[in-house]
């Protein structure tokens, strides 16, 4: 014998937007075209027609709206494509079919659970069908009309459940186990409405064995949401949970063996949940909530693009953070004023410091995306120098001020290389030289400690001057250069790299500030500061600029080059640039 009981199936997601002016319209509508229809990007005229329809066809309309000129428009699904058309040139298209309901259900404005109840039908009650739809989770249901009401109820309203597997009310706290796939309905068939944490608290509201003698609980999830889970994927208590990250081309399979299908193929340090070891194999879940088994040797233990194992030391007045990293992997940072470093862009995990550094008021990690960010919050009078090595980072926490820090100047060209030769016979590498000379004496009177690349007139490959930057503990890099193009070309430049080089962000302050103190010194034109991939900074890992002090092929600018006096002046800007820079984070 069949009895009647009551049920509800709860639908996934919401399929279409809902706007406030259309209280009067049910959607999805079935609507027929009064006449040909042009079908347009956007709810106005001026959008271009991405499909024409011809009168008398017939269409379903998913949304409504009206524009800022007072035109209703129906937004219809064509299949292929949706678009916009005049809702004057529509008319709706009922059905006279009726059907009796067998379960309680409610009648909704939209074909998901989602939407709003505007009502309910009871059992043994006869609608009236007007149009049938089957949502994007495969579910079919009918838009009826109630008396007056007019909305849309799921097909299961009218299909009759055996009393043989009646559902028994239960009111207990389980725990997602195995798999925390939630379903609509209480078999595999039905769609997957949401992915449910490992060891999330659900309270179960009844059970169910379906027609393949399956026990499923119908839950309420932490969210919320009502839906179906087998029994077998909830536990009484919480699992003990550990982590793996997955090595490149790792895959998940069905079972613990080789011989079972691949279900999942993974990117190099997706995080894995661990469920259960066995005989070298792993049971894990991803972070979308797929399950299955893995090879344990095709994992690690510790998160590839991870900072890891953090120390300190000190070096006179410089104190070292450093992390160490599994993997050469890149990551990006910014300053945000007044006094934070934020490390962000490819940090998938981060082991915070369980000790104080001096100089750094706290370190902590947030969540960005699937990734972390690590904010450094610095006490007030310190700066840093920041350095993204193949296998660790190194910040150096420094006093702010100009004294003790480490400058690396690099006179352009030398020996066999002359560079440009202004009209009078000025070489440019003799001005770049005579140049670096004397900033170094500038620098070292203002405190700094400064290494040059060349001292005289030999010839060094560019790889060789950014390899004394790069195998030093310095924090700055600036090359002297002289610029040349025309006879009438004047002004100073100066150059940064960002696209490549790690301290961009610091480049281009240095760059910025630079640039300003060398044009309150010198009497030349203000070419600006621009962002270039010259060789010298491209490559190099310090915070690096290159300045093109004047145009050696102008007469005029080749004698000021020439002159001490201007070089000594351009040497003061560099030198106050620099007192500036170390005076701020």
């Given amino acids: 014998m069949k009895k009647i009981i009551a049920t509800s199936v709860m639908a996934s997601s919401l399929l279409f937007p809902t706007f406030a002016n259309a209280e009067n319209l049910v959607f999805p509508a079935k609507m027929t075209t009064e006449m040909k229809v042009d079908i347009r990007r956007g709810a106005t005229t001026s959008y271009s027609i991405i499909k024409s329809l011809n009168t008398g066809q017939q269409v379903t309309v998913i949304d409504e709206f009206t524009n800022t000129t007072g035109e209703t428009w129906y937004r219809v699904d064509l299949g292929s494509v949706k678009g916009w058309g005049l809702a004057e040139d529509f008319t ?3 059905t006279s079919e009726q059907k009796i309901v067998l379960n309680r259900t409610d009648i909704r404005k939209g074909a998901t659970a989602s939407y709003p109840s505007i009502g309910a039908v009871s059992p043994n009650q006869k609608v009236e069908i007007l149009d049938t739809f089957t949502n994007s989770t495969n579910e079919k249901w009918y838009r009826i009309k ?14 009759a459940v055996d009393s043989s597997v009646n559902p028994q009310p239960i009111n207990q706290t389980l725990y997602v186990g195995t798999n925390g796939a939630l379903y609509s309905g209480a078999t595999y068939k039905y769609t997957m409405v949401e992915n449910i944490p490992l060891n999330s608290a659900v309270t179960v509201v009844d059970k169910f064995t379906n027609s ?6 119908r839950i309420k999830s932490p969210s919320g949401r009502l839906g179906w889970m087998p029994k077998s994927a909830l536990n009484e208590t919480k699992l003990s949970l550990s982590y793996v990250y997955s090595l490149n081309n790792a895959v998940i399979r069905r079972g613990a063996s080789t011989n079972y299908s691949i279900t999942v193929t993974l990117k190099a340090n997706e995080k894995l949940t661990v469920i259960q070891e066995l005989n070298g194999w792993l049971n894990v879940r991803t972070a979308a909530g797929k399950s299955g088994w893995m090879l344990k040797s095709q994992t690690s233990s510790t998160s590839l693009k991870g900072l890891i194992s953090p120390t300190t030391y000190a070096d006179g007045e410089d104190n070292y953070l450093v992390w160490q990293k599994p993997t050469n992997f890149d990551f990006t940072y ?6 934070q470093l934020k490390l962000t862009s490819g940090i998938s995990d981060v082991e915070l410091p369980n000790f104080d550094v001096k100089g750094i008021q706290s370190v902590e990690a947030v969540p960005s995306g699937s990734n972390q960010s690590v904010i450094l919050t610095f006490e007030p009078g310190y700066t840093f120098t920041i350095r993204n090595y193949a296998d660790k980072v190194s910040i150096k926490v420094m006093p702010t001020g100009i004294l003790g820090k480490k400058i690396v100047i690099d006179a352009g060209h030398g020996g066999k290389d002359t560079g440009a030769i202004g009209p009078n016979g000025l070489l440019e590498k003799n001005a770049n030289l005579g140049t670096a000379l004397i900033l170094k004496e500038e620098l070292e009177n203002a405190g700094a400690t400064v290494t040059l690349t060349r001292s005289t007139d030999i010839f060094l490959e560019l790889s060789e001057r950014t390899d004394i930057a790069n195998r030093s503990d310095a924090d700055a890099f600036v090359s002297i250069h002289s610029d040349s193009f025309s006879t009438t070309s004047v002004g100073t430049t100066t150059y940064y790299n960002s696209t490549v080089n790690f301290n961009g962000p610091r480049s281009r302050a240095l760059g910025n500030l630079i640039q300003e103190n060398m044009m309150d010194t010198l009497d030349t034109y203000d070419r600006g500061v621009k962002e270039q991939e010259f060789y010298v900074n491209r490559m190099n890992e310090l915070p690096s ?10 007469p005029k600018e080749e004698a000021l080059l020439r002159s001490d006096d201007f070089r000594r002046k351009l040497a003061v800007g560099i030198t106050e640039g620099f007192k500036e820079y170390f005076n701020n984070l």
């Fill in 334 to 339: 910014s300053v945000a004023a007044p006094n």
């Fill in 212 to 217: 393949l003698n399956q026990e499923w609980l």
């Fill in 146 to 159: 109630s008396g007056n009401l007019v909305g849309w109820i799921i097909s299961t309203a009218f299909e």
């Fill in 545 to 554: 600029i290159l300045v093109e002090m004047a145009f050696i092929s102008n």
């Fill in 92 to 94: 709706a298209t009922p």
